[in-house]
């Protein structure tokens, strides 16, 4: 059965030999034919390793060595493959085989033997025929030596070990060689089963034991005869034993670590979350917190009166899910339910107070061991696998739309020592998923490390610090207006329930985090020099606090700084300057509705603080003044310089050096347009736009230019009717405010302030 | 039920009918506003102990069983609270680890094979090791091997053994945690490290928690020491060896050995002596630390100070940085679980 099995073998090497003759027969003498044969195969990557396997697969016995570059060449191209990569299956049987026949020198094989590393498994038939090789008696010994140890140190990736056991009697006969005798008795060891131990094969072991002492290989194998058969091995044997037979070789087993390592790197990048369990690595032992754990059933001995239900790793998809949601049993850890997504949507249904707690305690101690208590381990394998781990946290809480309280704790712990750097993308998106922060805490929890890291940092960093915190506001937000709609919460403050009393605590929290943005923009904007990066990710900020009326429904109203308001009025690309019309738009909108909210109810349940409309108005008639009614530096227009500075640089007219046609973000759309009207001008009088219906022309056509912020600012603040003024200029629309008190709050915004 | 607060109670009731997942906090209240006591403290290190007195421990506890403590040194880990644990079952815990061991330990690769042992595991509550209430029960593990050829007059012989105890557990702390857990922070090890590791991964298999290695500060070794010489007058503690580590370029070990009672003077010295009380303060071990390491100073030049302490050791007992215990009378033993407990517990993730 052997025999038949390995002929077998040896017949698809050479039906898969025969493939390649068609394609390529002469090629070993005929260089060029082969290349360009090799052109026509698919995977040029794998032709030359195809022609390698090959070439050995067909080589002829007593081929020569020296000076034989095309043997040499194909050698080394298989071992660098080997090295690299591992062999496949059907290479490692073809360049066994290669080996053993001693086709070559065997110094030759040897080094073939030396090499070769399985990829994934070895064929059991290649073994067999490597025994085959090893009764022809013609090889060296320390060929023969070699080839045990590799077997012995492949024995786990052997793919099935039937054949091997039926030749045990073939093995058997070389343990009387002395020199193999301590290979093979491994072999044995790991191959016996109980019918294997036979009266001759005890007599056999005995006999060579007498005669060679009391060796520890021999001792060890008599001994697991003895427990399958205690009634055939009648020696007494010492109660303790020298454990373990010392036969591997380090460099193959080195050269497998490697190898095995560069595959779980490979693997590592992706971080969807697979079905199924994670297969742990060869991580150190002592290191194993970063692995979830696998699922595995809770012991049977865990309640008393246990339930079995369905565990979760017996369900393969989400519809047998949904049909065994009541009968699913917890796993024995949950942290296992970080490993499959399927898990995931488990955990958002589970209730069970005491499993969240578990969850926590597994995660927080990961994440504490691992970032705060250990040595700091700089590997670049360790780094990747804890940025892994991170990541997988990050896409699992944004999956369940909510943050572990073991994460926040840990975050709050590693931002004290945090030196901004250290796996950032993954740390700021795990701060941002932070509930909500009490009032009381939030300075020296948040606050103040964030503050020293973003000051200290270059502006890229300032900018994912605002980013997240701009998430950290929105998913806050979120939560509040989702629980407002499913508890019914009563947003008035005139309930004196528990969650009023809550709701006050929120608004503390987000004014407090609002406060501490404008603080941080408003610095960093003048740190980096109104750096239009910060401006956008400040603005973008801005946009969630200016709608948090309407979309959150959050009866809290807090204007953005002058910090940021300035620069991104005066910035100069238009993006900015839209953008800032947006928010002003979208703060119009809110205290608008805010004020009719409280119309209705008479009472007064909202409070908007006098000088959020004073704030606000200011700002309006600033910017109105700017960009419409070319007022630039006067009186109302918030920036006031003196006339001798202004004189200083230079500019005619500094009065419109800021509205729309001036305004250096929009100079460029001015000229376009200029261009546009009068073609055959060949100078360019900007003036000449403001001039009749070109003005309104001219806005319209910003408008076509996409910026939408703008025109939904213009619409809302700038009544269209009142555009001419009696000298004929253009003057504009004016402000709906001109307001008849300086105290006043100007135009449309009169009906929304407090009177 | 007992474990419960009243806080707790209120949480669960909320959490019936709110849909919230809480993964968001563990102890989420009813508001999201309050937080578990001390969650935002990253340490809450005491600054009074009390002073160590001698424990007749012997008289609470079974003597057989102390002494199985007193034996060895002690590895320190930290674990985090015990899912389901049990103390009714201790008898099949004991049938699954050894047969966890066993399966285990078959599973290495072919080339580390060798005629393996098999082991049989004891599991013992330590009956009265508790200071109060909400201490649980310290639980005692043994490993003996089972040699395959074991002769007749062979006895078993011990392995490994470890205990989980919790000696004067911070009450709050505690008390917060659901009645389904029970918290035994301090597990002290003494065995092969290849079975301390399959034991700890048992136990986090079996019940949902993890083990972290438990190093000490140079401040509990202070303490410690302080401590220890406080006994001298009861119980003779002949010498207080210390050593230090110096950063110096190789590194300079120093030991320093003072005479038991020269040591207690310079403690009575340190001690004001009007203390009606009996607890000792930092101000007070930082200053008998700062006596010797002045001496120290006076004849050889060397600012200990500049350095780390690495061990303390008296006839009482001997404890090292890295989490390494060994306890020689069982007398003062409550006062050292009682320090190594706290340590352990500010280990624990949710503190």
Request: glycine content about 4%.
């Amino acid at each position: 059965m052997t025999r038949s099995s390995s002929l077998s073998e040896l017949g698809r090497a050479t039906n898969c030999s025969d493939e390649h003759d068609s394609s390529c027969n002469v090629s070993s003498s005929n260089r060029s034919l082969r290349l360009a044969e090799n052109a026509k195969r698919k995977s040029e990557a794998e032709a030359p390793f195809l022609v390698a396997f090959k070439y050995f697969s067909q080589v002829k016995a007593g081929t020569p060595v020296n000076g034989n570059d095309e043997l040499l060449g194909h050698l080394d191209r298989v071992e660098r493959m080997a090295l690299a990569q591992g062999l496949p299956p059907d290479a490692v049987s073809i360049m066994l085989e290669f080996a053993m026949s001693l086709r070559c020198r065997s110094s030759i094989s040897s080094r073939v033997l030396r090499f070769l590393i399985p990829a994934s498994v070895v064929p059991q038939e290649a073994v067999v025929r490597g025994f085959s090789w090893l009764c022809t008696q013609k090889m060296p010994q320390s060929m023969q030596i070699l080839f045990l140890r590799w077997v012995l140190t492949m024995f786990d990736m052997i793919d099935c070990k039937d054949n091997l056991r039926a030749i045990y009697g073939f093995i058997f006969s070389f343990v009387i060689d002395e020199s193999l005798c301590p290979f093979i008795c491994h072999l044995l060891y790991l191959l016996t089963i109980k019918g294997h131990v036979k009266p001759f094969r005890v007599r056999k072991l005995l006999d060579i034991q007498g005669r060679m002492g009391k060796q520890p290989y021999l001792m060890q194998l008599l001994a697991l005869y003895k427990v399958f058969c205690p009634e055939m091995v009648t020696l007494t044997m010492p109660s303790r034993m020298r454990a373990g037979f010392k036969n591997h070789s380090t460099t193959w087993k080195a050269a497998l670590a490697a190898l095995k390592r560069r595959n779980a790197g490979k693997e590592a990048p992706s971080m969807e979350l697979t079905l199924g369990v994670r297969k742990s690595n060869s991580r150190k032992r002592k290191f194993h917190h970063l692995e979830v754990p696998a699922l595995t059933p809770a012991m049977e001995s865990s309640g008393p009166n246990a339930r079995r239900g369905v565990c979760l790793q017996q369900l393969s998809s989400f519809n047998e899910l949904l049909d065994n949601l009541n009968s699913i049993e917890l796993p024995a850890q949950m942290g296992s339910l970080l490993s499959s997504a399927l898990a995931l949507h488990y955990l958002d249904c589970v209730q069970d107070e005491s499993a969240f707690l578990r969850l926590n305690f597994w995660l927080g101690h990961a994440l504490h061991e691992e970032f705060l208590f250990g040595p700091a381990d700089g590997s670049p394998e360790n780094m990747a696998e804890a940025s892994h781990f991170l990541s997988m946290l990050v896409s699992t809480q944004h999956f369940l739309q909510e943050g572990f309280s073991s994460t926040e704790g840990f975050l709050f712990k590693f931002l004290q020592v945090w030196d901004g750097f250290l796996h950032r993308p993954q740390i700021l998106e795990l701060l941002s998923d932070i509930p909500l922060v009490p009032s009381s805490y939030i300075k020296d929890a948040l606050f103040e490390p964030l503050m020293q890291l973003y000051f200290t940092s270059s502006v890229f960093f300032k900018c994912s610090v605002i980013e997240c915190l701009t998430s950290m506001l929105r998913k806050w937000l979120t939560w509040h207006s989702i629980c407002a709609q499913e508890e019914g919460l009563d947003i008035s403050l005139n309930n004196r329930s528990n969650m009023s009393l809550s709701l006050s605590g929120f608004l503390d929290s987000v004014l407090k985090l609002v406060q501490f943005v404008g603080r941080l923009t408003s610095a960093g904007l003048q740190l980096e020099r109104g750096h239009t990066l910060l401006l956008h990710h400040a603005l973008g900020f801005y946009e969630t606090v200016s709608d948090m009326f309407l979309k959150y429904s959050l009866p809290l109203f807090v204007m953005l700084p002058p910090g940021v308001f300035y620069p991104a009025l005066l910035a100069t690309d238009p993006v900015s300057v839209d953008r800032l019309g947006y928010i002003m738009f979208r703060y119009r909108q809110n205290l608008t509705s805010a004020k009719e909210e409280q119309k209705k109810q008479k009472e007064l349940s909202i409070h908007i603080n006098r000088s959020v409309y004073q704030e606000f108005n200011s700002y309006l008639v600033a910017m109105v003044a700017h960009l419409w009614n070319s007022r630039s530096f006067s009186l109302r227009s918030g920036i006031q310089v003196s006339e001798a500075l202004l004189e200083r640089t230079k500019v005619g007219d500094h009065s419109n050096c800021f509205d729309l046609i001036h305004h250096p973000a929009f100079l460029n759309y001015a000229i376009d347009f200029h261009q546009q009207c009068w073609p055959e001008r060949a100078d360019i009088d900007l003036n000449s736009i403001k001039a009749g219906k070109y003005w309104e022309w001219y806005v319209e056509f910003l408008f076509t230019q996409g910026f939408a912020g703008l025109r939904d600012f213009i619409k809302v603040n700038i009544n269209p009717t009142v555009t001419r003024h009696s000298d004929g200029r253009p003057s504009s629309g004016q402000p709906l405010s001109q307001p008849s008190q300086p105290s006043q709050p100007t135009a449309e915004a009169s009906s929304t302030a407090l009177s | 039920m007992d474990r419960r607060s009243a806080v707790n109670t209120s949480v669960t009731h909320h959490t019936t009918h709110r849909r919230s997942k809480s993964y968001g906090r563990t102890f989420d209240a009813t508001s999201r506003f309050c937080y578990t006591p001390g969650q935002l403290t990253i340490t809450r290190i005491p600054t009074s102990r009390e002073a160590a007195k001698a424990h007749k421990i012997t008289e609470k506890v079974d003597p057989e069983q102390v002494a199985l403590l007193v034996k060895n040194e002690w590895k320190l880990s930290y674990v985090t609270p015990l899912y389901q644990f049990r103390y009714t079952l201790l008898n099949v815990y004991a049938k699954h680890l050894s047969a966890f061991l066993v399966a285990e330990k078959q599973q290495g690769t072919a080339v580390e094979v060798g005629l393996e042992t098999g082991f049989k595991v004891t599991f013992s509550t330590v009956l009265g090791m508790v200071e109060t209430k909400d201490d649980a029960e310290t639980v005692f593990i043994q490993i003996h091997s089972k040699p395959v050829f074991a002769s007749a007059g062979d006895t078993p012989r011990v392995v490994w053994s470890g205990w989980l105890t919790c000696i004067n557990g911070d009450p709050e702390y505690l008390q917060s945690l659901p009645p389904e857990f029970v918290s035994l922070p301090l597990f002290c090890t003494s065995g092969t490290e290849s079975l301390t590791f399959l034991v700890k991964l048992w136990f986090e298999r079996t019940f949902d928690c993890s083990f972290g290695s438990l190093s000490l500060d140079p401040n509990d070794l202070q303490w410690l020491a302080a401590l220890w010489t406080g006994c001298h007058s009861d119980n003779n503690i002949r010498s207080l060896k210390l050593a230090w580590t110096l950063p110096a370029q190789p590194p300079l070990d120093v030991s320093l050995t003072v005479n038991g009672q020269d040591a207690w003077d310079l403690w009575e010295k340190v001690r004001p002596g009007d203390r009606a009380d009996d607890s000792v303060s930092i101000e007070e071990v930082k200053c008998f630390i700062t006596g010797i390491e002045s001496h120290f100073f006076r004849h050889f030049k060397i600012h200990l100070s500049a350095g780390v302490l690495k061990k303390v050791s008296t006839a009482l007992g001997s404890v090292h940085l890295d989490g390494k215990i060994k306890i020689t009378c069982s007398d003062y033993m409550i006062t050292v679980m009682t320090l190594l407990t706290e340590c352990a517990i500010l280990k624990m993730p949710t503190i």
